[in-house]
């Protein structure tokens, strides 16, 4: 470790034999190694991150706390900088933190907070960057730091609700640093720079299998501080070509992708009407993509590795060119397409797992649904009447539309399968004076539900019941079933209609409201498991019009009176939901919500919106007499 002035290093390249400045020696110092990758001096690169801080104060001079390239190899977690004014006044210190995967991150320490015990001065500032898999970005570094004299003594500590995370140290005795004193340090530590990576590597090790700590993947740099790997690794650059050979055979639209480094590629064979862009932010964007596929893509995001100023248009032309890279899925991803399957077929649709998969996306919070979604808490398709109607309008409209379908009048008894937190059951009670009830396997909608029915003043025409549909009895009159067929799976769709056919009387009618795939691309939906499948809807399953076709013709004395299509309505819903949910951030973070969380949500309802856009997947309200 040494600590230089850095207007000496010309002067430490000329005395010592041993020691080189910008040039190979068996130690030395080479600028483009800190702070920015360019050969500008040290202190400029300094001066110019003041200036982004808008720190008035010009700094003179320098000490720089480090350790030198050896034999051309050097790993520094952490350097510091000791700034200094006109007047010798420390105007702060700048913490240069690498991490292992070739990013780094300054922390500019200016505003000191009372010093303790030990400590010439005190910094904190939050947490923002990314160093340990056993850590996650989140708390405050707390930096204590000696002067530089006889003893060098810095500690850092991370912080999070008053709790000490992890303690720092590193502590050294002063040596002049002269010819004979830099000669016994090379011999004394030979292999002192190259033993840094095996040695975080041990000790993750340790951490992760003998203490069995939890492991965080790397999110993407989120931080406009933080500099990114500028040079893919092997396994990146290999990806990287195999995905920018998949792009080259986009014909529909155009796409640019900026890389990390700040090179662009254009994809564009045609000059078409639709332009996208996707910003990649991290080289590790492209094995997961390569890997991973069409979930990778979509993990990718979750995790900051890749941005667009506008998510849906880009999906649109990745959606519009599927077939030109197999589905959004290349042939290197052919493991973990196995091993999805496998997972998804885990969680077909069982009176149990049911139960579970409605759970996973139904249950963790009402409160985060009545965010984004209408006064009613409606969570499906509405019906626009024309450009200007709003959300609340479009969902009053699609149920009356439902409502007028079944032919539902004071005199019948609903049997609402799917009803949510009520809204449908308690509007159609109060606008046709029905009798309702209502099936949920949802304990929070369910919950909800029944408050809402007490508060409309409704406890005696509707009823809530926390029951799966394959356990309910008795007879109806009209059965209304909303986006819950997807939550049926392919296995149990005959068995579905078999029994609403058993409770609906004769001369009755279902209506079903449903979010389908498009027959020619069934078969290949059902060999794979997709991203929605993974991380919004675990076990759900889109039908196509064929196997519903099919279902109700083998299994019910069904007949289908009308099919509308409503896939363009979907994705107006969609595009209100999605801009309530940005809108409401804050409120989602104050939920306790992180960031990966909150951009699944918003890669979810784009990916949706451009999918309906695409007729990708398609809205259907379908009548059946019996």
């Known amino acids: 470790m040494y600590a230089l002035d850095v207007d000496e290093l010309p002067l430490i390249d000329q005395w010592f034999p041993f020691f080189g400045v910008n040039r190979f020696g068996v130690s030395a110092i080479h600028n483009k190694d800190y702070l920015s990758s360019g050969n500008q001096s040290i202190k400029q690169k300094l001066n110019q991150l003041f200036d982004q801080y808008r720190i008035d104060e010009s700094i003179i001079s320098v000490i720089m706390v480090t350790s030198a390239r050896y034999f051309n190899y050097v790993f520094n977690p952490v350097n510091f900088y000791y700034c200094f004014s006109k007047n010798k006044a420390l105007i702060g210190i700048v913490a240069e933190v690498n991490n292992t995967y070739g990013e780094r991150h300054h922390y500019v320490l200016t505003k000191k907070i009372l010093p303790s015990k030990g400590c010439l001065v005190r910094y904190t500032t939050p947490k923002v960057f990314h160093v340990s898999p056993f850590n996650q970005i989140e708390g405050n570094y707390d930096f204590c730091f000696s002067d530089i004299g006889e003893q060098l003594d810095i500690r850092i500590t991370l912080v999070h609700k008053e709790k000490k995370i992890m303690e720092a140290v590193l502590k050294a005795r002063a040596n002049p640093l002269t010819r004979k004193n830099h000669f016994k340090t090379l011999l004394k530590h030979p292999f002192a720079p190259h033993l840094s990576i095996p040695r975080i590597y041990t000790h993750a090790y340790k951490l992760y299998f003998q203490k069995k700590l939890t492991f965080n993947p790397k999110p993407a740099p989120a931080n406009s501080m933080t500099l990114s790997k500028q040079k893919p690794g092997l396994i990146e650059s290999i990806c990287q070509k195999i995905l920018v050979d998949a792009f080259k055979k986009i014909t529909i639209g155009c796409l640019t992708?900026?890389?990390?480094?700040?090179?662009?590629?254009?994809?564009?064979?045609?000059?078409?009407?639709?332009?996208?862009?996707?910003?990649?932010?991290?080289?590790?964007?492209?094995?997961?993509?390569?890997?991973?596929?069409?979930?990778?893509?979509?993990?990718?995001?979750?995790?900051?590795?890749?941005?667009?100023?506008?998510?849906?248009?880009?999906?649109?032309?990745?959606?519009?060119?599927?077939?030109?890279?197999?589905?959004?899925?290349?042939?290197?991803?052919?493991?973990?397409?196995?091993?999805?399957?496998?997972?998804?077929?885990?969680?077909?649709?069982?009176?149990?797992?049911?139960?579970?998969?409605?759970?996973?996306?139904?249950?963790?919070?009402?409160?985060?649904?009545?965010?984004?979604?209408?006064?009613?808490?409606?969570?499906?398709?509405?019906?626009?009447?024309?450009?200007?109607?709003?959300?609340?309008?479009?969902?009053?409209?699609?149920?009356?539309?439902?409502?007028?379908?079944?032919?539902?009048?004071?005199?019948?008894?609903?049997?609402?399968?799917?009803?949510?937190?009520?809204?449908?059951?308690?509007?159609?009670?109060?606008?046709?004076?029905?009798?309702?009830?209502?099936?949920?396997?949802?304990?929070?909608?369910?919950?909800?539900?029944?408050?809402?029915?007490?508060?409309?003043?409704?406890?005696?025409?509707?009823?809530?019941?926390?029951?799966?549909?394959?356990?309910?009895?008795?007879?109806?009159?009209?059965?209304?079933?909303?986006?819950?067929?997807?939550?049926?799976?392919?296995?149990?769709?005959?068995?579905?209609?078999?029994?609403?056919?058993?409770?609906?009387?004769?001369?009755?009618?279902?209506?079903?409201?449903?979010?389908?795939?498009?027959?020619?691309?069934?078969?290949?939906?059902?060999?794979?498991?997709?991203?929605?499948?993974?991380?919004?809807?675990?076990?759900?399953?889109?039908?196509?019009?064929?196997?519903?076709?099919?279902?109700?013709?083998?299994?019910?004395?069904?007949?289908?009176?009308?099919?509308?299509?409503?896939?363009?309505?979907?994705?107006?819903?969609?595009?209100?939901?999605?801009?309530?949910?940005?809108?409401?951030?804050q409120d989602v973070e104050a939920m306790g919500f992180d960031r990966a969380f909150i951009r699944k949500w918003i890669y979810y309802l784009s990916i949706c919106e451009a999918g309906f856009k695409t007729s990708a997947i398609d809205g259907i309200q379908m009548a059946m007499h019996r």
């Open 257 to 585: 992708m900026r890389l990390p480094n700040g090179k662009t590629i254009r994809f564009c064979r045609s000059g078409g009407d639709t332009q996208a862009r996707i910003d990649i932010k991290d080289f590790g964007f492209f094995p997961r993509v390569v890997m991973d596929g069409e979930i990778g893509f979509g993990e990718a995001y979750m995790h900051g590795e890749w941005e667009t100023p506008d998510l849906v248009k880009l999906l649109e032309v990745l959606i519009h060119n599927r077939d030109k890279f197999s589905d959004g899925n290349l042939f290197t991803s052919i493991l973990t397409r196995t091993r999805e399957k496998l997972a998804h077929d885990q969680r077909k649709n069982t009176i149990k797992n049911t139960r579970q998969n409605i759970a996973a996306h139904y249950d963790f919070s009402n409160e985060f649904y009545q965010l984004f979604l209408d006064r009613q808490m409606i969570y499906s398709s509405g019906i626009f009447r024309d450009a200007t109607a709003s959300l609340e309008d479009a969902q009053i409209q699609k149920m009356t539309k439902i409502l007028e379908m079944a032919g539902v009048d004071s005199t019948h008894h609903l049997l609402e399968i799917g009803c949510g937190w009520g809204g449908f059951a308690v509007f159609a009670a109060a606008s046709t004076g029905c009798r309702v009830t209502g099936i949920t396997v949802s304990k929070a909608q369910y919950e909800k539900a029944c408050q809402r029915v007490e508060k409309e003043g409704l406890t005696g025409r509707v009823n809530i019941l926390f029951q799966d549909y394959r356990h309910t009895k008795g007879v109806y009159d009209r059965i209304v079933s909303i986006e819950m067929i997807e939550a049926v799976g392919p296995q149990f769709l005959g068995q579905y209609f078999q029994q609403c056919c058993k409770l609906l009387k004769p001369g009755g009618t279902m209506v079903c409201q449903a979010i389908t795939i498009p027959d020619e691309r069934y078969d290949t939906y059902c060999r794979q498991r997709d991203w929605i499948q993974k991380h919004i809807f675990p076990g759900g399953h889109l039908p196509c019009l064929k196997v519903l076709n099919d279902a109700i013709s083998q299994h019910t004395d069904f007949k289908i009176t009308v099919i509308d299509h409503i896939g363009l309505h979907y994705a107006k819903t969609l595009a209100h939901w999605r801009d309530r949910f940005i809108s409401c951030r």
